[in-house]
């Protein structure tokens, strides 16, 4: 059998392709054993709790090994994929190898913990620190990363399917010692925390007894025949595994719910006059090629409110008890997508013209809607817009994205019957619902933001004078 040498093959490890992110799960591999590959040639695609990345390799080379098959749930800093770059041809294990494949890969491991090879060039940031970096044990199973990867590559052979590591619960380690010291089995607390995080109060939560109901009863009724309890719940209920963007969703979702307090306010506009700006400016050369609908004279109407109202544009750092007030604005569009919602946002939207407003919200959906937006793209916002409109659902009391003091949300524009001019006319009128975080942000101020997003809208006029 032939073995991997310390000089050829080369252990490119799952990098933390966002901030602080542990975890990704191989959605696809682009390339097989015994493929030839090249440095930045893209091998594979990752989701994280933000989004899809593709990984491209730092290495020359051919594929020796794929550690993981799809569908499994890596750490970062773990080997996922063995290149040797002497360009040896990988040989095809025979069924006796396979057999013994865990115990061969061995050696491949030591080495690569003996000779690390620096950080390796990643998507974002500057890759994984050179330390060795030892797999995390997984609940109730003990499989070393070297007899894990020769288990897989003797599945991608034919021989045999590898045990898919459970995910470990994700708490700092005061919070696992509390658990321990309490008794309680981290992997059956709910966590509140972001990022899917455990907290103290959930493990306390977790620890509480609570009061089983005694039982009742029954009358008896005639027997009849029933099938059996499996194949009943299988027949009539999909559970559905909450991980990714969904999972990185609603961690947040509980986290701000439940720490910001919420106040949202409405207001119903007229926006005949902006459906109508919208139709002159698809004319306007200076919109040639470019995406341009209600949503950007919104987006406009919402940043000239900030410009007027400046404070609204702040968040609440809870370690510190201070506001912190942005001078600039990165405006987030909550976007649904395959994989969930997301909330990639345009970077210094404020210094923005009309038409580079218009230019980046049309990549940011193209982006979104391929499931391609960067974990860079979804951090550091700092006002939202979500256009639950769309949907044909008339208004909503959107829930603050962490981070954030104000999120705006758009109904649907529909034609109504509107007082105008002292007449009662057709006019197209839309719904506005703003949530903020009222530690912050009081009951004026955000009635002011509101207010002026109105009156832009009713009268995009507004905007030349007011921007």
Known sequence: MTTMTDTSVREFKMPDVGEGLTEAEILKWYVQVGDTVTDGQVVCEVETAKAAVELPIPYDGVVRALHFPEGTTVDVGTSIIAIDV????????????AAQAPAAAAPVADTA????????????????????????????????????????QAELNG????PVP????????????LAKDLGVDLTTVIPSGPDGIITREDVHAAATPTETPAPVTPAPVAAVPAA???????????????????KATAAAMVGSAFTAPHVTEFVTVDVTRTLKL?????????????????????????????KRNPDINASWDETHQEIVLKHYVNLGIAAATPRGLIVPNIKDADAKTLPQLAEALGEL???????????????????????????GVDTGTPILPPGESAILAVGAIKLQPWVHKGKVKPRQVTTLALSFDHRLIDGELGSKVLADVAAILEQPKKLITWA
């Not at 500057?126 to 897989?152: D, F, H, I, L």
């Not at 021989?159 to 590898?162: E, S």
């Not at 459970?166 to 010692?177: W, Y």
């Not at 698809?282 to 409110?305: E, H, S, T, Y």
């Open 228 to 246: 059996p309890a499996a194949s009943y719940d299988a027949a009539r209920e999909t559970r559905i595994p909450v991980k990714g963007v969904r």
């Open 86 to 97: 002497n360009g040896g041809a990988a040989p095809a294990p025979a069924p006796a190898e």
């Open 159 to 162: 021989h045999g399917t590898p």
């Open 113 to 152: 913990e003996k000779k690390p090879e620096g950080r390796q060039p990643v998507l974002v940031g500057y890759g994984v620190a050179t330390s060795s970096t030892k797999r995390r044990p997984r609940k109730g199973v003990e499989v070393p990363v070297q007899q894990a990867s020769a288990a897989v």
């Open 278 to 306: 919208v139709e002159d400016l698809k004319q306007d050369k200076d919109f040639a090629g470019l995406r341009v609908n209600p949503l950007l004279l919104i987006a406009k109407a919402l940043l000239v409110a900030i």
């Open 365 to 391: 959906v193209a982006t979104a809607k391929e499931g391609r937006t960067s974990p860079a793209a979804m951090q550091g916002g700092t006002v939202t817009i979500t256009n639950v409109g769309v949907f």
């Open 166 to 177: 459970e995910s470990r619960p994700l708490a700092k380690p005061p919070v696992r010692k």
